[in-house]
């Protein structure tokens, strides 16, 4: 039997902060089993309990879903005796969460990579995502170190495009990679031009699989080195531009839709 209290369910369910949660229960607005309830802390039995709000009722989720937009110097592990970690970052209300489990990461990024990272306590959604036989992209936006001509960035687009071969790094085997997608500046999408005007150091890259520092070894593999990279999406799902470096929020209804 999972317990939880009233004003985190609703929290929890995209009606803002324990604040907004607390005045919505005195407006009388909420219904638990069928009587207005105005008192935050009542423990509704998550199985059998229903809600309902405004006469509509709330379809409970049963695990924690979130977006962070990572920032460097953090690892993605439950400890580590230097860094601090993703979980520092999260609000102390996701960690103790009784609604499904313990909270994790959907796979992982390098200490000094930034953006999309989803957090869960749902075991089944990771490993859907995670799983190797599950080829969700994954797009990237990577800065290079040295910038490449329209002629190199042709050739880079077609040893991607073709499924590269990437050579061992310390312990982790080689591979041969699933064909990647690579998007460079251009005058259509020209937010990506850079000063030096078509040598570009910036790129987009799509990936279908997660194989460790994949992406910063498919550059290397090409001798070129990454010096920036950030998560912008997984499958249908975009970073939240308003999300500070640092920050993670509840994913909502129709962002949840893109995974499930
Ligand atoms: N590829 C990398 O090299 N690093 C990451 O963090 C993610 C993908």
């Not at 005796?81 to 909270?103: A, C, N, Q, R, W």
């Not at 960035?153 to 041969?176: C, D, I, L, R």
């Not at 997984?234 to 962002?255: K, M, V």
Request: proline letters at 3%; a negative charge; charged letters at 25%.
């Amino acid at each position: 039997m999972k317990r939880e209290r009233l004003d985190k369910i609703l929290s929890h369910h995209g009606f803002g902060s324990r604040k907004d949660v607390k005045k919505l229960l005195h407006s009388g607005r909420v219904n638990v089993n069928g009587k207005i309830c105005t008192l935050p802390d009542v423990s509704i039995d998550l199985d059998i309990d229903v809600i309902s709000i405004d006469d509509e009722v709330l379809k409970v989720r049963k695990h924690v879903y979130l977006m962070m937009n990572k920032c460097e110097d953090v690892v993605c592990s439950n400890k580590d005796g230097i860094h601090s970690t993703v979980f520092d970052l999260v609000p102390e209300e996701y960690k103790t969460s009784s609604m499904g489990g313990e909270l994790h990461c959907v796979g992982r990024l390098d200490i000094d990579t930034e953006g999309l990272l989803l957090l869960t306590t749902d075991g089944s959604l990771t490993h859907k995502l995670i799983s190797p036989k599950t080829h969700i992209p994954k797009t990237y936006h990577v800065k290079l170190q040295k910038g490449l001509s329209l002629r190199e960035q042709t050739k880079y687009t077609e040893v991607f495009q073709k499924g590269m071969f990437v050579p061992a790094e310390g312990n982790e085997s080689e591979f041969t990679a699933l064909p990647a997608q690579l998007i460079w500046p251009s005058e259509e999408n020209g937010s990506y031009l850079t000063e030096n005007g078509p040598e570009s150091c910036e790129v987009l890259i799509t990936i279908y699989e997660g194989k460790y520092h994949q992406v910063k070894r498919m550059f290397a593999a090409c001798g070129n080195q990454v010096i920036k990279l950030k998560r912008i999406s997984i499958g249908g799902l975009y970073l939240d531009s308003g999300l500070a470096l640092g920050q993670c929020r509840e994913l909502t209804q129709e962002e949840l839709k893109f995974l499930i």
